[in-house]
């Protein structure tokens, strides 16, 4: 049996339908919420009830054969798959590191591993517990987690005693990782990887607040009070983030209170167990507030923020019921980090209908490298592609992996990861962001689903405090205020035409919007003219040696 969203186009009902048609189903849910007029429901006022869309398990067969039927437009059933969902996490380790090597495709048998040790420790020398560490050999790579002496044993298998082509430590939170090529391991005493924090190599780290590589370049810093008073915080608007949940025990996130978990766990308080880290980390970067032991600011810290969980396991019928809540709730944005390679009627509807209530989606365009992903590929959402910058990550992280391609003179690229096409929007620093992670600590991510926070972010406060969105078509919940919200991010985005638009859009969005001398600044974004614009310079990442302790 496989899942399969229908929804009919008339009458009668879907279940009623499929019983006539003799196919026997499993119905798995029912998602039937509020439509705007002139949605395909056609409610004379207001909002009504929208037509009815089942989510059931069908023989694959015969799914199939009724889906068919359904997009070469025969019989009043609108029948898709149910898809599962992708989250966003960018980039393929072993495929950056080893690329097409046949060292990955090695089989082990009648390999004799050589079992190695490695010890983990920060700056002071302290042992570093928790650190996942991965070593590649031959075939796939060994990993582990270091115990409380900062110590991890594991078995290297490779044709040279000692030789791995690759370490890679990383910690849960507050570190830099390390990636280490071309290595020789001893087998008689612990091979020793030091561990930065982030604020040895980010001065700014210590600030208060602490803003973000990513806020400093789209300029929040710049941005005066509103009226010369009042804080630039997202006071007043709402934003959903559909994702993999939240942990609001982080200091920094404590604020948020408003959760649903979609993916069937049956606990109501789901929401806030994230087991990716993935929807925490775009929280901080919306809305983290500084708190004790912690200075990080979100973009819109005073926004009132829904979590909708539907990682893991899930699938597009649960966007398509976050989306009705958001429509019920009266969400002014939804930051949407997940992705399909399928292209859904029915989510596409429910998408129109969220805009014609005023609620401006955003989404993160993917990070498979290739054309740009669904959700971010319809027209009424804005697709968000990924920037990095060299200067704001050490060159022995993973983040170093992801540098691709040509460069402006400040270092900022394309990463090789993100997804492009002529659906992109816009694009916004998404390697090696910090942001909140659960457990109460922060750690450096990369992925367009980290770079489309940024633009709800700026999103939000253009909404709660520029005088266009006060009155007239500004104000009112409506399409005319998303596609109008739209614009104004894309025409306050700083170009970055060198590393093509299909890969950047309109470029960076800034805040350039509330201040009027802001706009000279944008020049120091800006590329130089084509002759000295870019140049190409390959991937940095260099090999360094492993310490070994005496």
Not at 461 to 482: D, M, N
Request: some cysteine; overall charge negative; charged content about 15%.
């Amino acid at each position: 049996m496989s899942n399969f969203g229908l929804m009919s186009s008339g009458s009668p009902n879907v279940a009623t339908q499929l019983k006539g048609l003799g196919i026997e189903f499993e119905p798995v849910k029912s998602l039937r919420g509020r439509s705007p007029a002139g949605s395909l429901s056609t409610p004379a006022f207001g909002l009504a009830r929208g037509p009815e869309i089942l989510v059931a398990r069908l023989d694959p067969e015969q799914g199939e054969a009724l889906r068919l039927q359904s997009a070469n437009g025969f019989g009043q059933l609108i029948v898709e798959h149910d898809s599962p969902l992708s989250y966003g996490a960018a980039g393929n380790l072993e495929q950056a590191l080893m690329g097409n090597s046949a060292a990955l495709r090695v089989d082990r048998t009648g390999l004799k591993p050589s079992p190695v040790c490695i010890q983990l420790v920060g700056t002071d020398d302290k042992p570093l517990p928790g650190v996942a560490v991965l070593v590649f050999g031959a075939g796939l790579p060994s990993q582990g987690i270091s115990d409380d002496d900062g110590k991890v044993e594991l078995p290297l298998y490779t044709f040279q005693p000692g030789q791995a082509q690759a370490v890679v430590a990383k910690s849960r939170k507050d570190y830099w990782d390390v990636v280490v090529r071309n290595v020789e391991l001893r087998p008689d005493v612990p091979n020793v990887i030091q561990l930065r924090t982030f604020n040895e190599t980010l001065p700014s780290y210590n600030k208060k607040p602490f803003l973000s590589w990513g806020q400093e370049l789209m300029m929040q810093s710049q941005v005066p009070p509103v009226n010369g008073t009042g804080p630039v915080d997202g006071h007043g608007v709402k934003i959903a983030i559909i994702d993999s949940g939240c942990d609001n025990t982080h200091p920094s996130l404590q604020h948020i209170t408003s959760g649903t978990d979609l993916t069937g766990g049956g606990k109501s308080a789901g929401w806030m167990l994230d087991p990716f880290s993935h929807g925490t980390h775009c929280a901080g970067i919306i809305s983290a507030r500084p708190a004790r032991g912690s200075s990080m600011r979100g973009f819109a810290p005073a926004a009132e923020i829904h979590v909708f969980k539907t990682f893991p396991g899930g699938r597009l019928s649960d966007v398509i019921g976050a989306l009705d809540q958001c429509i019920e709730q009266g969400i002014d944005i939804v930051n949407l980090s997940v992705g399909t390679d399928e292209i859904s009627f029915l989510v596409e509807q429910k998408i129109m209908e969220a805009r014609q209530c005023g609620i401006a989606c955003i989404a993160a365009a993917g990070n498979t490298g290739g054309e740009v992903q669904y959700p971010a590929r319809s027209p009424y959402v804005l697709a968000v592609a990924a920037i990095g910058r060299q200067s704001d990550f050490p060159m022995d992280s993973s983040h170093a992996l992801t540098v691709k391609g040509p460069q402006t003179l400040d270092g900022t690229f394309s990463p090789d990861f993100t997804c492009y096409g002529p659906e992109v929007g816009v694009c916004a620093p998404g390697v090696a962001v910090i942001s909140t992670v659960p457990g109460g600590g922060f750690d450096a991510m990369d992925g367009t689903s980290v770079a489309a926070p940024h633009v709800t972010g700026l999103a939000a406060i253009l909404l709660a405090h520029h005088p266009a969105f006060k009155s007239g078509l500004g104000k009112q919940r409506s399409a005319a205020r998303v596609e109008m919200l739209f614009e104004f991010i894309k025409q306050n985005a700083a170009a970055l035409p060198f590393l093509g638009t299909d890969r950047t859009g309109a470029g960076v969005p800034t805040m350039a919007a509330f201040n009027a001398d802001a706009f000279s600044r944008l020049s120091a974004l800006r590329p130089p003219a084509m002759s000295q614009g870019f140049f190409i310079q390959p991937n940095p990442f260099l090999s360094q040696p492993l310490g070994l302790a005496a």
